[in-house]
């Protein structure tokens, strides 16, 4: 049973573009959540999500960062026109239910914006 | 901030001896949650404890949680240089479940 798969593993940007991260979770989860975490400090939910919907996005940016979890295929977190500030570890985890249970952590993404 | 703070923020001991960390909160919470990170890696959890628990033991791991101080300690017994990691508590609460605040971690050094 695969553990929760994230890629690219690392993405280099530059000022401007677009970034796009992917998360497949684990087989049988239908939650996910998207964490970031910055140098030196732990790590702060973002948004929080199941099949086709949006449950909590309280930890998003207003502006800028979107994320889904279609149907099919992987959840997406979208940085669009990224900063330097957007460079950071992207951690996604997966849960097979919300509320109170353990999440299952990927590898991470990290971003670096030049 | 409902965020947890942990104490210390370092540790350094030599294998063989018991680490504690310290991890406090603000608010009610439906459970807390321990979890390493080695250095560049993903967060492995460790222990889940609710908040009707008191102390739960996973190999040699203690967790204790005292609700009416809002705080929470895991214990390493007798420590290997593979415990050398980042320990993180996450507290959950609120109805929608799920959503995890992280502590700033305790950095570990478990020197052979």
């Known amino acids: 049973n695969a553990g929760v798969m994230q890629n690219p593993r690392h993405l280099v940007r530059r000022r401007g573009q677009e970034a796009r991260l992917r998360c497949s979770p684990m087989k049988g989860h239908s939650h996910v959540y998207w964490y970031r975490q910055l140098p030196e400090e732990g790590l702060k939910f973002m948004v929080y999500?199941?099949?086709?919907?949006?449950?909590?996005e309280s930890g998003m940016p207003k502006e800028r960062f979107s994320a889904e979890f279609p149907k099919e295929g992987p959840s997406i977190l979208r940085i669009q026109q990224v900063v330097r500030g957007d460079s950071a570890a992207y951690f996604c985890a997966s849960s097979p239910r919300g509320g109170t249970y353990e999440q299952y952590f990927g590898p991470g993404t990290r971003l670096t914006v030049t | 901030s409902q965020q947890g703070e942990e104490d210390p923020q370092a540790l350094s001991i030599q294998e063989g001896e018991n680490a504690t960390m310290n991890c406090s909160y603000k608010t009610s919470i439906n459970n807390l949650q321990w979890y390493r990170q080695n250095s560049g890696r993903g967060l492995v959890h460790l222990i889940l404890?609710?908040?009707?628990?008191r102390e739960k033991h996973s190999g040699r791991l203690r967790v204790t949680l005292d609700t009416s101080k809002k705080s929470s300690s895991l214990l390493i017994t007798a420590s290997r240089a593979a415990d050398t990691a980042s320990y993180f508590c996450?507290?959950?609460?609120?109805?929608?479940?799920?959503?995890?605040?992280f502590g700033q971690g305790t950095e570990l050094s478990v020197k052979p």
């Open positions: 404890i609710r908040s009707n628990e």
């Open positions: 996450a507290t959950e609460w609120g109805n929608q479940g799920g959503k995890l605040i």
């Open positions: 999500l199941q099949k086709e919907n949006i449950i909590d």
